[in-house]
Structures are given as structure tokens and as C-alpha cells.
């Protein structure tokens, strides 16, 4: 790389730590900057994935006020995530690279949509009593976003907000700080494989690492400070940009 080709990817590490913290979907910044700066597909998916674990680090302890309470929780989650990110992961190292598109863009769009009706569904089930842990139903959700996360990762956060906000009764401030915690055991559990078994460019990990641990801490600063209809408004909108980077290439 060149010295401004390193500027550009430790800028975009930076805004997509702090995005993966707020909503999700930073790899929608990273990703195609590490493939602007000639790193081939697969290497620059696997070196992304592993640079932005420091960043998900971050955020999890900017956001550790709004996790005092979950630890039973995320127990009971963190398995599915760590099945599901090593099932992508193996998918992403044996699946054609033409599968991307397809899979990430559908997986980003019921996100977006769980993310929009969860207030009417809240009202829906209110009469309804809801698990304290989501049950199984966001057992399984959180092992198909981690299957997702493994194998790509944008949007895993998204994802995991649309399940837990609908499945348990709880504020979205928690709920986002539970997802980044899951994000961490996925992107945590992927680059230990990756790291063994894949082609990784280990001096775009470090600058990824370098403005992802940043940009978690600020965006642990400024979304905690949202309201929960900003911060779902957020979720949309950076939802409905990744699938259009995705379609228009």
C-alpha cells in the first residue's frame, strides 16, 4: 500500500467501528476501501472481519453501563453466535464468491424490516408474555446472524437488533449493547479460523484495528446518547445504503 492508501483504510477503519457500535454495517466502509486498495476478495473479507474485533472490544465497554444486567442473557446466546460464525466461516473459505450479493443483500433487507415493524409487533405481543432471554426463537436468530457475520459480516448487527428487539422486552439502548457483545464472540470466533486458514494481510488488520478501536469508543460516546427512535431511524437508513452499495457494485 501506499502511505495514503494506509490513510484511507485507518479513515474507513475508524467510521466503521464506530458504525458497527451505533447500528451495524460497517463493513460496508472497510470492506470496499481494502478492495479499492488492491487487496483481492476473500483476503480482504478475512483481514476486515479481523480488524474490526478490537473495534467491537471497544464498543462493548463504552456500552458496558447498558449491559449491567444481561449477563444470563448473553450466556445463553453466545453459543449460537460461536456455532454460527464458525458455520459462515467454513461457508465464506468453500462457497464461490457470486453467492455474496445475493445472501447479504436479503439477509440486510429483513433486517431493515424487522428493525421498522418492531414497534407495531411490541403492541401486537404486549398482551403476549415474552422470555426474558427471547427462547429459542432468538436462540436460533442469533446462530443464523452469526452464521451471516461469519460469513461476511455486514449487517450481522442489524440483524441481531431485529430479533432481540422483537423476541424480548427490553430498551434498544440494551438491546445494541447486547448485539455488540455478540458481534465480538462472531468477528472474535471467525479470525481465529481465518487467521489459521486463510490468506490475511496482516498490515490492513492493523490499520483496521488501529481507527476501529477509535471509532468504537466514539461511536459508544454518541450512541448511547440517541434516542431510541433516532437509533432505529439510523438502522434503516445505514441498512438501505448497504444494499444499495451492494446492487449498484
Known sequence: ???WEMVAVLVAGLAGGAINTVVGSGSLITFPTLL?????????????NIGLVP???SGVIGYRTELKGQRERLLRLAPASLAGALTGG????????ATFTVIITVLIALSCTLVVIQPRLNRLLAARPRRAHG????????LAAGAYGGYFGAGQG???IGFMGILIDEELQRVNAAKNVLVVVVNGAAAILYAL??????????LVALGSTAGGFLGARLGRRLPASV?????VVIGVVAIAKLLLG
Open 1 to 3: 500500500m501506499t502511505p
Open 36 to 48: 479499492a486498495v488492491g487487496l483481492p476478495p476473500i483476503t480482504a473479507n478475512v483481514s476486515n
Open 55 to 57: 473495534g467491537g472490544l
Open 90 to 97: 467454513l461457508l465464506l473459505l468453500n462457497l464461490p464468491e
Open 135 to 142: 427462547g429459542p426463537w432468538l436462540w436460533l436468530g442469533a
Open 158 to 160: 442489524i440483524l441481531l
Open 197 to 206: 486458514v486463510a490468506d490475511v494481510d496482516w498490515l490492513a488488520v492493523l
Open 231 to 235: 437509533l432505529r431511524a439510523a438502522i
